[in-house]
């Protein structure tokens, strides 16, 4: 799980615009942060950490140029290290750089392949590096000068067909533009938007969530389809093709946890699912004919959902786990060593809110099931 915007702006300074996007998408990733800008040249400063640490006034002003992308990262692949932060750049067939959100399943394959070509040698042991490396091999392929439209969605077609998994990416692509693609099954979200300066010039934008677009002024907000490439050449509408096929099977799990409930993924608003799934559970209390005195949510994510199945119940909501907000999301920390501490340091009992009652917990976070032990111990 990670975060991502791009940019093709009228602005100088589009790294300002990415720095404002990431901060509200760093719920989808603790463990580093990166922007990359281009004025005719790329300018990138990434490093391990939140946002606001990463970068400083020193670094926000040498990341000029009006075309920008930024990412949030959680470690699915790969390692912790700075050598995994994003975005990624190669400077072969054309300057390109890259960030995305999801993951490759197939990467020893791509690995293997991108090696009989000679295309790249590996740096790092994130994936996006697969997806790039794969990117760029295509485009060699082409033969051009300079970066074409049919030339790029002829290279993100065969990516797809190559690259396997959930993934939607964001690339800048030197004297082109900006380019955003989803993978055949859109299993990871990506939407569009564009706003219009003071000066009639419109800019293009894109991220991993609406509300990113939304909080930056965007409009016209729309969903990037599964297989679907767009291409953003500044000055002109976004060229958009279907370049891989397969069914849509987005992941439920953003809208039960990664994404922010005032978030819409695929038109379908995360708030409200998180309401229907409190329906859904009490349906399913309903059916077993347990019983409890009361229903506690572990917070933050789940409350919606829990309070929503109190109501369909007729059982009290109650608050008895306060939340440290100064700690992260658990489940974005990389070792089940840090996870365990992690939850002891976030969450405490209220003791008399649990004494002598049948509690209902409601969570959302049972990836693992390894930390659903320690809050049930608290």
Not at 90 to 101: C, E, K, L
Not at 349 to 356: C, P, Q, R, T
């Amino acid at each position: 799980m990670c975060g991502f915007y791009g940019v093709v702006g009228f602005s100088n300074k589009a790294c300002h615009e990415v720095y404002e996007a990431l901060i509200s998408l760093q719920h989808r990733g603790q463990d580093s942060a990166g922007i990359v800008s281009y004025d005719g040249n790329f300018h990138l400063k990434k490093g391990n950490g939140l946002v606001r640490d990463v970068f400083r006034r020193k670094n926000m002003e040498r990341l000029t140029g009006a075309w920008g992308i930024g990412q949030v990262r959680y470690p699915t692949f790969g390692g912790s290290s700075s050598e995994d932060a994003q975005p990624f750049l190669v400077d072969y067939p054309y300057g390109i750089s890259m960030a995305h959100n999801g993951n490759v399943t197939n990467a020893d394959e791509v690995s293997e392949w991108l090696r009989q070509k000679k295309r790249r040698i590996l740096h790092s042991s994130c994936d996006l590096e697969l997806i790039l490396g794969t990117f760029a091999a295509e485009l060699a392929e082409s033969g051009n000068v300079d970066p074409e439209p049919d030339s790029v969605f002829d290279a993100l077609g065969k990516v797809m067909e190559r690259v396997k998994g959930a993934y939607s990416a964001v690339s800048l692509v030197a004297r082109l533009g900006m380019v955003a693609f989803r993978d055949p099954n859109g299993i990871r979200p990506m939407l569009i938007g564009h706003r219009v300066g003071e000066d009639g010039t419109t800019s293009w934008a894109c991220a991993s969530e609406n509300i990113a677009l939304e909080i930056l002024g965007c409009e016209d907000i729309q969903n990037v389809g599964p297989g679907e490439a767009v291409i953003f050449i500044p000055g002109q509408e976004p060229m958009r093709r279907e370049v891989g096929k397969s069914v849509h099977r987005p992941c439920i799990f953003e809208h039960v946890y990664f994404a922010r409930p005032d978030s819409v993924l695929d038109n379908v608003s995360v708030y409200e699912a998180r309401r229907n799934f409190g329906i859904q559970l009490a349906n399913k209390w309903k059916k077993l004919g347990l019983h409890a005195d009361v229903v506690i949510p572990v917070p933050d994510s789940s409350c919606t959902a829990a309070s929503t199945m109190a109501r369909e119940l007729g059982i009290e909501y109650r608050e008895g786990l306060v939340k440290n907000r100064y700690i992260g999301r658990t489940f974005l920390m990389p070792g089940q060593g840090e996870r365990t501490s992690g939850v002891r340091r976030k969450l405490n009992a209220i003791k008399s809110e649990f004494f002598a009652k049948d509690v209902l917990l409601v969570d959302d976070s049972i990836v693992r099931g390894n930390t659903s032990r320690q809050i049930v111990e608290l």
